[in-house]
């Protein structure tokens, strides 16, 4: 592995089921991201995390939740997925903390929700 | 509220030189990137102004204002290849990441 992989790399799913969307990276870096992208709109921050062990929320938190319980992996799972999921979305890494630093992304996942 | 414009979309020729703008208002500021991101692929970094001026990378540059909530991308001598959005992000005072939704640069032969 080099970077950030993500999987899957596409999925079509019913509304009301669970989904969750995988991120590892191998940069050892301390904090990780979760964005969508959505056409018209610049990419919107979901949730984060500063560290393993900790997480925060971003700016559109409401319908996900994710861990990271060791450094390399941050998944991201949607409960009950709804329609207005749909998207492309896209984990990132990046070495120091808090998003001052260059931002690394995966290949980023697009998920459509029927 | 937080805010970030770009052009939607723009259009030059191959060889010519393109200037994209990118106008903030957010509170606080930390920083400035510039992505450039490739049809169906993840954002890459281009660059990061922190202090006002001009940062000259190769044939890119990017410039900042902090008194005018102003930076812009300077593209030199463009190939074809440099067809893709490029993406004005302004780090924040809680140091998260507010992105603009992108300026999608066309290149011409």
């Known amino acids: 592995i080099a970077g950030i992989t993500q999987a899957p790399t596409s999925q079509i799913l019913a509304a009301g089921r669970r989904m969750t969307l995988r991120c590892t990276q191998d940069m050892r870096h301390n904090a990780m991201y979760w964005y969508r992208q959505d056409l018209g709109l610049g990419l919107r921050l979901i949730h984060y995390?500063?560290?393993?062990?900790?997480?925060g929320k971003g700016e559109v938190p409401d319908g996900y939740s994710v861990s990271r319980a060791n450094t390399d992996d941050f998944p991201l799972t949607l409960a009950s997925a709804v329609p207005s999921q749909t998207s492309v979305y896209f984990c990132?890494?990046?070495?120091?903390?808090?998003?001052?630093?260059?931002?690394?992304f995966g290949p980023g996942t697009r998920l459509t929700v029927l | 509220g937080q805010n970030i414009d770009q052009p939607t979309e723009m259009t030059a020729t191959e060889g010519a030189i393109v200037q994209i703008n990118c106008t903030y208002q957010t509170s606080g500021f930390n920083g400035l990137f510039w992505y450039q991101q490739h049809a169906g692929e993840a954002p890459t970094f281009l660059s990061y102004?922190?202090l006002d001026g001009l940062e000259e990378k190769g044939r890119f540059s990017s410039f900042l204002s902090r008194s005018k909530g102003y930076s812009y991308l300077l593209l030199k001598e463009l190939q074809m290849k440099d067809s893709a959005s490029y993406l004005c992000?302004?780090?924040?005072?809680?140091?998260?990441?507010?992105w603009g939704a992108g300026t999608k640069l066309i290149i011409k032969p």
């Open positions: 990132a890494s990046s070495e120091g903390l808090a998003g001052a630093d260059t931002q690394y």
């Open positions: 995390s500063n560290t393993a062990g900790t997480t």
């Open positions: 992000a302004v780090l924040d005072s809680n140091y998260q990441l507010i």
């Open positions: 102004n922190v």
